[in-house]
Nanobody, 115 residues
């Protein structure tokens, strides 16, 4: 069982930055992929970025060049640095952990970007 807790969301003006954190209750060495997703009001949950336990990163086209995902294995934490934020980045951001046998989600953290 892996418990995930996101933090770092908030209200920011367009062009600003936020850093989200996802703290895992277990060693992230055992987690194949850690990812960030977001869900805008009335819309489906969309993938934003992911990082493998080997450090390979991938990004959605809409955030490439603006967002950076990273991991601190010693702290069992994954981060999402978000720069040049746009109003369309607004939503609840969720952390996801994928192991060989299970998928775990955090409760989410709200990000609101004002224009």
């Amino acid at each position: 069982q892996v418990h995930l807790v996101e933090s770092g969301g908030g209200l920011v003006q367009a062009g600003g930055s936020l850093r989200l954190s996802c703290a895992a209750s277990a060693s992230i060495f055992s987690i194949n992929i850690m990812g960030w997703y977001r869900q805008a009001p009335g819309k489906q949950r969309d993938w934003v970025a992911s990082i493998t336990n080997g450090g390979t990163t991938n990004y959605a086209t809409s955030v490439k060049g603006r967002f950076t995902i990273s991991r601190d294995n010693a702290e069992n934490t994954v981060y999402l640095q978000m720069n040049s934020l746009k109003p369309e980045d607004t939503g609840v951001y969720y952390c996801k952990a994928t192991t060989r046998t299970n998928v775990y989600w955090g409760q989410g953290t709200q990000v609101t970007v004002s224009s």
